[in-house]
C-alpha cells in the first residue's frame, strides 16, 4: 500500500479487517457450539474454541515454519476467546444452540473467503510452488474446523458433508495465483479473491450446492 | 543460580528436579494405564505413553519454535518408556488399573506444578507476551494427557472432568508473571509457583474443588 | 555418491526410488480406503490420503526442524493424490475395498523399508542420538497411519494390531546406526537397511509373526 492510500484501498483495508474479525468470531463460535453439544466444561469450551478459531492458520504457520502466530501477535483474541467461554456459560442455552449454527454460516463464509485468500498468498511470499501455496490457502479456514471435530471425537464435518468449502478455497486460491502473475499486487488479490469466495459461498449456501457423492 | 549456591538453593534446585522425574513418571503411567485399559500391544503402549509423558512439552516448544525437545535432549526417558512398556506388559493386571490410576493423582499434581511453572517460564524467556506465556504454561502440563486421549478415541478428560487443574496451571502462570515482574528472578519465580500449584491441586483433590458446570 | 558411479550404485539408486513411489503409492492408498470405508466425500478423501501419504514424514521433518518437506519439494505428488482421488470417485467399488487393502501390504512392506531407513538416515545427519535417529526412522512409515486413523475416529491400526511394523523399523533403525558406525556411508546404510526391512516385513506377513500380547 502507498502511505496516501486512495478512499477504495482505505474501505478494502478496512473491509479486509472487518471480513478477519466476523470470520474468526464464526470460527469461535463453531468451536463454542461444539463444546456446549458435547457438554465440555470451562477448559474444554476455551480449548475447542480456541482450536476452531486459530487452528488452521497456525497449523499452516507451523507448515510454512512462520512465527509468531496470529493468535501470539494478536494476544487480545485470547482474553475474548476467554470472554466469550465466560459468557456462553452464562447465558447459552439448548434451544440457542442449532439457531446460533445455522445463523453462523454466514459470517463463517467472510472467514472462507478471506483466511483462505491471505493464507494463500502468504505461502506464496513464502516462495512456494503455487500449488503448494493453494494447499495452504485451502488449510487455513479448513483446519480449525477439522481439529475442532477430532478433539471431541467426532469424524470432522469437512469431510462428509458434501459442502462446497474446501472446493471454493482450492478454486479461490488459484485465482489468488492468477492475480499475482498479473502483477495486481498482494492487496488487490487477496481481497478480489476473498470477496470471489464469499460470493461463491453464499451462492452455494443459498442455492444448495453440494459436491459429487460417489457409489462406494 | 551462582557459581557457589547456598544450601536453601541447592535443596531447591534438586526439588525441581525431583518434581520434574516424578511428574513426567506420574503422566508416563497415565498413558500406560489408558493403553492398558484399551488393550493396545506393545507398540500402541509406547506410543500412547511416550504422548502422555513429553506430548505436552513438545508441542509447547513446536509453538515456540525451540529445540531439542526435552525428550531429545535427555534420551534416556525413551529407555524408561520403553522399559516401563516391558515392565507392564509383564506385571501390570487388570485389578491394578484402577488403583494404579488413583494413586497417581498424587505425584502428577507434582508434575502440573513444575511442568506449568517451568513452561510459562519458559515462554516468558522467549519474550512472548504475559498471557501467551500463562497459555504455554497451561498447553505444558494439559496437552499431554489431552493427545493421549485424542489417538486413543476418548474425548480428553481435561475437556469434560469438571477439575481445577488447567485452571490452577492458568492461575499459577500469573504468578509466575507476577515474580518475574518483581525481579525474584527465574529461579525462584518457578520454584515458589510450582511449590503454589502443587498445593493448590493438593487442595483440590483433597478438598473435592469443582468447576462450575453449565446449565445447557 | 560419485560423479561416475558404479552399475551396483545405479541400479540401487533407482532400486531406492522405486521403493519410495511403490511405497508413498501404498501409504496414500491406505488412506483412499479408510476414506471409501467412511463414506467421506471428495475433501476428506483427498485430507486422509494426504495424512496417510505424508503424515509420518511431515512429523518427523517438523520434530527435526526440517524444510522444505517431501511434498513440497516433490508437489507433483499433490496432483498423484487429487488424481487418485478423483479415479476412486468414479471407479472404486465397495467389492474392491477388502481386495484392495489385501493386496496393499505387500507395496507397504516397501514403504516400511524405505521410509524407516531413510528417516533414521536423515536424523542422524541432523545430528541427534542414536536412540532418538531410530524413533524418527520409526516415526516416518507409522505416523501417517497412525493420523489416517486418528483423523476419521479410529483407534490406529498401529495401536493394536500386534503386527511386527513398528518394531521392524525399530530394529532396522538400529541397522542404520550400526552400518553409519561402520563408515559404509549413507547410500549404503540406508539401502542395506531398507532391504533387510522389507524381507523381514514380508517374512512377518508369509510367516504370520505376531507381537505378543498382555495379559491384563
Known sequence: MTSNPSIAEWLVTYGNLAFEIVGTLAFALSGL???????????????VTALAAFGGGTLRDILLDRRPFFWVENAVWIWVILALCALALVFLRSRHI?????????????????????????????????????????????????LRDVVVNEIPRAFNDHQPYAVIAFAGGWLVV??????????????????????LRIAAIVLGWRLPTWRV
Chains 1, 2, 3 share one sequence.
Open 33 to 47: 457450539i461444539e463444546a456446549a453439544r458435547k457438554k465440555l466444561d470451562l477448559v474444554g469450551m476455551a480449548i
Open 98 to 146: 442449532e439457531l446460533t449454527e445455522k445463523s453462523m454460516q454466514w459470517p463463517d463464509a467472510f472467514g472462507l473467503g478471506i483466511f483462505a485468500a491471505s493464507g494463500t498468498q502468504i505461502a506464496l511470499i513464502a516462495g512456494v510452488e503455487p500449488i503448494i501455496a493453494v494447499i495452504m490457502g485451502v488449510i487455513t479456514p479448513v483446519f480449525g474446523g477439522v
Open 178 to 199: 492468477l492475480l499475482n502473475a498479473l502483477n495486481l499486487g498482494a492487496f488487490w488479490a487477496v481481497s478480489i479473491s476473498a470477496l470471489a469466495m464469499v460470493a
